[in-house]
Nanobody
């Protein structure tokens, strides 16, 4: 059974930084694409960024490009999201997601972790 567990969320001030981690248990993690999504109150879940299975290719939404960085450590079965220059509009529940490289949709999701940015 695959489980994804996020950690590292919390409260930050505008302009500050937070680092999220997502540890996967079960399954062939090194063959998966990893991603982060977020959902702000009253809004739909949106894509934040993704990383290819060996970490060479990353993709970001325009809203976080240049401020957030996604990385992974396959030996630790972990995907990271480093968030810099945080803005109040980054406040959301952040979700880790993974999918096999051959899958179109994300099969595995974490429960989410709250990130709150205050001015």
């Amino acid at each position: 059974q695959v489980q994804l567990v996020e950690s590292g969320g919390g409260l930050a001030q505008t302009g500050g930084s937070l680092n999220l981690s997502c540890v996967a248990s079960g399954g062939a993690f090194s063959t998966w694409v990893g991603a982060w999504y977020r959902q702000a109150p009253g809004k739909e879940r949106e894509f934040v960024g993704s990383i290819a299975r060996f970490g060479g290719v990353t993709s970001y939404s325009d809203s976080v490009k240049g401020r957030f960085a996604i990385s992974r450590d396959n030996s630790k079965r972990t995907v990271f999201l480093k968030m810099n220059d945080l803005k109040t509009e980054d406040t959301a529940v952040y979700y880790c997601a993974c999918r096999p490289d051959t899958s179109i949709s994300f099969n595995y999701w974490g429960r989410g972790i709250q990130v709150t940015v205050s001015s």
